[in-house]
């Protein structure tokens, strides 16, 4: 099994920044892509941004040239530094870690969430 944790997340004013960390540990041999999504109340989650093994970065439109997404291989984590952050930004942040475990891919494996709330 591979378990995600999110930290970093919390209330900030409009214009204000937020670092969302996420760690992976467990049965890993290797992981593929990591990303982010966010869930708003009474929303379908979106992905907001995903990160290849090879450090290639793409973003939804909502947050391009606002949020940075990068990972740290040594240490199976990947981070969302949010910029410029607005109210509509405000949703539960999930993490995701697509993982290789004994030759097979295993299915993306989810974090419990961390709060982001932006006020205006």
């Known amino acids: 099994q591979v378990q995600v944790v999110e930290s970093g997340g919390g209330l900030v004013q409009a214009g204000g920044s937020l670092r969302l960390s996420c760690a992976a540990s467990g049965s890993i041999d290797s992981i593929t892509s990591m990303g982010w999504g966010r869930q708003a109340p009474g929303k379908q989650r979106e992905l907001v941004a995903i990160i290849t093994s090879g450090g290639e970065p793409n973003y939804a439109d909502s947050v391009k040239g606002r949020f940075t997404i990068s990972r740290d291989n040594a240490k199976n984590t990947v981070y969302l530094q949010m910029n410029s952050l607005k109210p509509e930004d405000t949703a539960v942040y999930y993490c995701?870690?697509?993982?290789?475990?004994?030759?097979?891919?295993?299915?993306?494996?989810w974090g419990q969430g961390t709060q982001v709330t932006v006020s205006s």
């Open positions: 995701y870690v697509h993982s290789v475990w004994g030759g097979r891919l295993q299915p993306n494996s």
